[in-house]
């Protein structure tokens, strides 16, 4: 199935979704985690490199401070470049 779902991302040029809601996570200030954009990867909301050839890299994410985030799980937000859940997955189709 993976290997379907990495062929629909690059033929569509649309990330998959990962979750119908946002991830809670705990991120701590000054480590460097890379957020997932193509939604294929095993350890969301996190990059596993899964992206590799789908036209899709993953967001670093630097926190100035460490405390819990909300990050897109449908993968829809507004600005891909920011990972933080803006609310889309309550208004898009989230059939893939």
């Known amino acids: 199935m993976q290997n379907q779902d990495k062929q629909k991302v690059i033929e569509t040029g649309t990330s998959k979704v990962a979750a119908r809601f946002p991830f809670t996570v705990f991120l701590e200030e000054g480590i460097e ?3 997932c ?13 899964q992206c590799e050839g789908t036209g899709f890299e993953p967001v670093k994410i630097i926190p100035k ?21 803006d609310g889309s997955h309550s208004v898009v189709n989230l059939d893939w």
């Open 37 to 49: 954009t193509c939604g294929l990867g095993s350890t969301q909301p996190f990059c596993d490199g």
């Open 65 to 85: 401070r460490s405390g819990n985030a909300l990050l897109c799980g449908c993968k829809r937000q507004c600005d891909p470049k920011n990972p933080n859940c």
């Open 33 to 35: 985690y890379y957020y």
